[in-house]
């Protein structure tokens, strides 16, 4: 199995910053895709951010040119720089794998989410 466990979120004005962190642990070596997923209140979770163990990376388009996805792989982390903060990035922020177990089937983890607020 895999465990994912997220830090880094809080409350800050618009215009700031803040880096939300993933840490992954278990099965870490099956891992390839990892994405950082939000929901704001009464809405449906979005997909923001994933990047692949390659390093290919994918943006939501309302996030592109403000948010920056980046992994380490040794460390079995993922991380994610989100700069310029709108209120509308309010949410609470969940990262998310698949990961293929022993018996071949692909498994889905996520993480307990962590929360951003941001104030006007």
């Known amino acids: 199995q895999v465990q994912l466990v997220e830090s880094g979120g809080g409350s800050v004005q618009a215009g700031g910053s803040l880096t939300l962190s993933c840490a992954a642990s278990?099965?870490?070596?099956?891992?390839?895709?990892m994405s950082w997923y939000r929901q704001a209140p009464g809405k449906q979770r979005e997909l923001v951010a994933t990047?692949?163990?390659?390093?290919?990376?994918h943006y939501v388009d309302s996030v592109k040119g403000r948010f920056t996805v980046t992994r380490d792989n040794a460390k079995n982390a993922m991380f994610l720089q989100l700069n310029g903060l709108k209120p509308e990035d309010t949410g609470t922020y969940y990262c998310?794998?698949?990961?293929?177990?022993?018996?071949?089937?692909?498994?889905?983890?996520w993480g307990q989410g962590t929360l951003v607020t941001v104030s006007s």
């Open positions: 278990g099965s870490t070596s099956s891992i390839n895709a």
């Open positions: 998310n794998t698949y990961y293929s177990s022993p018996d071949g089937r692909l498994n889905e983890a």
């Open positions: 990047v692949t163990d390659g390093g290919y990376k």
